[in-house]
């Protein structure tokens, strides 16, 4: 491991920020077809019921009116009704996801009927005159099971052992994309085709998806994304009401349109994030750590999201408790519960944030009770330099972490003795201020070993395809998809830095569902797998090169070389690759023969020999609490992170800021609450508290690297780290604010109420 050298790299914009800042994107609400009709959906507006009645006749008649569908309507076309089964965990099934309620209501918000108008306006009126009545039910608590995960052997204590024990409570929450979700789709019957716009994050995914849903060859199916405005994962999954508005296409033979308002984002996106979770670490007599324990109890709502299922969450948990320091005993369970809301699904870090924050309180706990500094007690239990590669006792794989590089890059770029000297003098004057370190990892890239063997159409190979054009130019197609993330940005770069050319004569697009294959945009994979995927062809193009100019001048491959777009020899002799597109592509008979087919070459990579990639890293955050209100003030955030080779420092620092900021956000105040009865109490932005600008603090970003393993290009993934170790550090430091009255506060969000509550109670006991 190495800190990073900056002057080395190159920071270069995103490719596409020019044309998306002048309002030239193309997303969802821009795509409008002949004679495309809107859809607007009539929402159950109780958490669990039986639909007694749906009266659609008024709603009919309204002028524009075009469909009134329900369920018993779309029931005939469609071939399989979507059901999460995991092959991996044959218990866990979730009920059918019908497109349209049918005849029971699981969750309020749940789709029930659809109207396709010649306007949305007219869609909207219409919807307002259907009638419906329901059979209320009981709305369910955390009493049904839907699946359990236990890792870890029994744990073993003794009167020699101290356990720490702590309880966590923490909310559910969305993921909150600028541009909500949304789908055009238009079926043509007399071609049987079907053709897709949709802001999502893995195309081949709803190809897949669609066709099985339908009954249709993939082959007659065509999905494409264009630009999205932030994925986050709420975009990963296929909703009812996008499957609704594909059949409403295929009943009715017109293009549909629909998107998601914000009330109606906040009532059916992926949720995630709700725990309440039992932990302890336990130590030896002499203050060794012996281990930790933790019960997981997560509510993932009516239905398993189809089709990954809703319980990454609970599995990351089970899995990534202690992770990055030596146990010697370990074990976890993880329940996850029906409930009527909407159900989970990925989000940003998929569960990871979860244990993060666990094993960081047990370990800041262990420090407190042996009179330790938190930093000195987490560097003294790191997992050994020479354990690696490794399995944890959670079961993941770690090739390389560089845990101490990252802590010592850390405590120099804060200055940590002198934050330690100042807080106790502030605190001398009455100032509450709390510093937060903590360590994190972060599982990307995942491979094929997980969804592949779950059963579940997630493709993990991603395809690259490069071409010499006729200018000299190379275009690039590629699976990947990219919400923000600078993927093609990095893959242009990567292209260019191996053929040797300029970076402005490397065009890279993401393809539709009927180009270059890929898993899209999910678990950090876009640079470390994408990424590789065109190293690989970009590399097989340039030895195509040099091979047909070796035979052209009669000189080895070995003895050429490739340079600011000319191809150079020992001698005088040298040809431009411009020069060489032209003769390949117009006079092929002046070139060694199958010279053109030399100059288009595809490659693809998947990761095998290992689940996934580890990135890892830490954190530190200084706060002041103000005893008076308990309000939060986030005055710094440090992050020292090492995902591997760092193709373009810039993209990966606004990674790493984003990921942060919205990490800070949802430990703060993100807070989906949910009455008794299931309703929504916090469905608009006046209740659900994103962080402000002015709530995020100043951040320094610096960089470890250690190259992956096993793989050319070196990354590890980046997209995540900022989210799972956020929260954590925030709440550290909130902690150690409070902590010299012997307060803490183990409910997220750390609002002001609680973290007075906090101070109040340990002040009166």
Known sequence: ???????????????????????????????????????????????????????????????????????????????????????????????????????HVRFQGEPVALVAAQTLDQAEDAVSLISMKYDELTVSGNIIPASTVEIG??????????????????????????????????????????????????????????????GMPENRIIVRTGDVGGGFGVKLHVYADEMAAILATRLLGLPIKY???????????????????????HLAANGTQIGMTGEFENPIGAYSIYPRSSIGDSIQAATQLGAPYKLDGMKTSARTFWRNKPPSGAIRGVGQPIPCVVTE????????????????????????????PLTTLGGIY??????????????????????????????????WRGIGVITFIEQTAVGPGLYGAAGVPATSVEECRIRLEVDGGVRVETGATDQGQGTLTGIRQIVASELGIDIESVDVVSAD???????????????????????????????????????????????????KGIIRGAGREEITIADLAQLAWFKPYDLPKGSSDKLAVSRSYSLEGRPHLVANGVMGCLVNVDPETGAVDVLRHWVVEDCGTVINPALVDGQIMGGAAQGIGQVLGEDLRYDENGQLLSGTFMDYAVPRAAAIPPMEIRHVVTPQIGTKLGTKGVGEAGTVGGPASVWSAVNDAIAHIGASVTTAPLSPERVFRAIRSSQSG
């Open 259 to 281: 998107i998601a308002t914000r009330s109606e984002a906040f009532q059916s996106d992926a949720q995630a994030r709700e725990f309440d979770v039992s932990a302890a670490i």
């Open 513 to 563: 569902s009927g180009g270059a294959r890929g898993g899209g945009a999910w678990a950090s994979r876009g640079l470390s797998l994408a990424g590789e995927a065109s190293l690989l062809a970009a590399e097989a193009l340039r030895l195509n090169i040099l091979e047909i100019v070796g035979e052209l001048f009669q000189i080895a491959p070995s003895d050429l070389q490739l340079e």
């Open 398 to 431: 770690m090739d390389q972490l560089s845990l101490t590089e990252c802590l010592d890059l850390l405590m120099e770029i804060m200055d940590y003795e002198a934050l330690r000297t100042s807080q106790r003098e502030l605190r001398e004057q009455g100032v």
């Open 361 to 388: 309180h047990l370990m800041d706990m262990a420090a407190r009770h042996l009179g330790e500094d938190p930093v000195a007690f987490r560097r003294k239990c790191y997992l050994d330099v020479g354990s690696f």
């Open 1 to 103: 491991a190495t800190v990073m050298n900056e002057d080395t790299l190159t920071a270069i914009p995103r490719s596409e920020s020019g044309r998306l800042v002048t309002g030239r994107g193309r997303f969802i609400h821009t795509i409008n077809l002949p004679r495309m009709l809107h859809v607007a959906f009539v929402r159950s507006p109780i958490a669990h019921g039986r639909i007694q009645r749906i009266d659609t006749s008024c709603a009919a008649e309204m002028p524009g009116v075009e469909a009134v569908l329900t369920a018993g309507d779309v029931r005939t076309v469609i071939a399989d009704v979507p059901i999460t089964r995991l092959d991996i965990m044959p218990d866990h099934v979730s009920p059918e996801q019908p497109p349209l309620a049918d005849g």
């Open 153 to 214: 052997s029994e744990f073993r204590n003794s009167a020699d052992y101290v356990a720490l024990e702590a309880s966590f409570s923490f909310a559910r929450q969305t993921g909150v994309t600028l541009e909500p979700r949304g789908i055009v789709a238009s079926y043509d019957p007399s071609d049987d085709r079907l053709e897709i716009w949709i802001s999502h994050q893995s195309p081949q995914l709803v190809q897949t998806i669609v066709a099985k849903f339908l």
